[in-house]
Antibody, heavy 121, light 107 residues
Framework: QVQLLQSGGEVKKPGASVKVSCKTS????????IHWVRQAPGEGLECLGR????????HYAQKFQGRVTMTRDTSINTAYLELSSLTSDDTAVYFC??????????????WGQGTMVTVSS | DIQMTQSPSSLSASVGDKVTVTCRAS??????LNWYQQKPGQAPKLLIF???GLQSGVPSRFSGSGSGTDFTLTISSLQPEDFATYFC?????????FGPGTKVDIK
């Protein structure tokens, strides 16, 4: 059973960076893509990008290009999302998610519990 | 990016009602359309994948249909635990975009 366990909430000042972790079950990072999704308070869901299982390469949503970095450490089964140059608009719950279903449909059937990132001066 | 819209943005319904939510994509996503349910303080939960596939463990009162640009989520008989927000998502091309959500509350 694949599980995703995220790091705890963060409070950051504008202009700072934040790094959120997503600890996975063994072999998850090399078997499935890891996606990162955020949700601002009272708002909808927004994808930041995905990290591929074969080589750890990442594809980022254009909106976040230059500000987002997705990495992984397969030795400890952990994926990371780093977001820089934070503004108050980045205040949100950040989720990692993956698709373990067969086929190319890529629905997110497994989600982390979410990490609240608050950007405030 | 593919834009997703949903209607209505909210609706009020009673237990036992049939509820329909629609989702439209700005361009064809074939059948790469998923539906999620989210309750306050929780991560989204996958209900329907590939437009009409029922996720394991999801009650059969939930169903999905459509292809191309127009899709529908139907709840055949609303139950108390179904009061939540529902999101559609296209997984046809990255970034995988979501609709703005439809909040279903108690009439």
């Amino acid at each position: 059973q694949v599980q995703l366990l995220q790091s705890g909430g963060e409070v950051k000042k504008p202009g700072a960076s934040v790094k959120v972790s997503c600890k996975t079950s063994e072999y998850t990072l090399t078997a499935y893509s890891i996606h990162w999704v955020r949700q601002a308070p009272g708002e909808g869901l927004e994808c930041l990008g995905r990290m591929n299982p074969n080589n750890g390469g990442a594809h980022y949503a254009q909106k976040f290009q230059g500000r987002v970095t997705m990495t992984r450490d397969t030795s400890i089964n952990t994926a990371y999302l780093e977001l820089s140059s934070l503004t108050s608009d980045d205040t949100a719950v950040y989720f990692c998610a993956t698709s373990t279903l067969p086929g190319d449909w890529d629905p997110f059937d497994i989600w982390g519990q979410g990490t609240m990132v608050t950007v405030s001066s | 990016d593919i834009q997703m819209t949903q209607s209505p943005s909210s609706l009020s319904a009673s237990v036992g009602d049939k509820v329909t939510v629609t989702c439209r994509a700005s361009e064809s996503v074939s059948s790469f359309l998923n539906w999620y349910q989210q309750k306050p303080g929780q991560a989204p939960k996958l209900l329907i994948f590939a437009a009409s596939g029922l996720q394991s463990g999801v009650p059969s009162r939930f169903s999905g249909s459509g292809s191309g640009t127009d899709f529908t989520l139907t709840i055949s008989s609303l139950q108390p635990e179904d009061f939540a927000t529902y999101f559609c998502q296209q997984s046809y091309s990255t970034p995988f975009t979501f609709g703005p959500g439809t909040k279903v509350d108690i009439k």
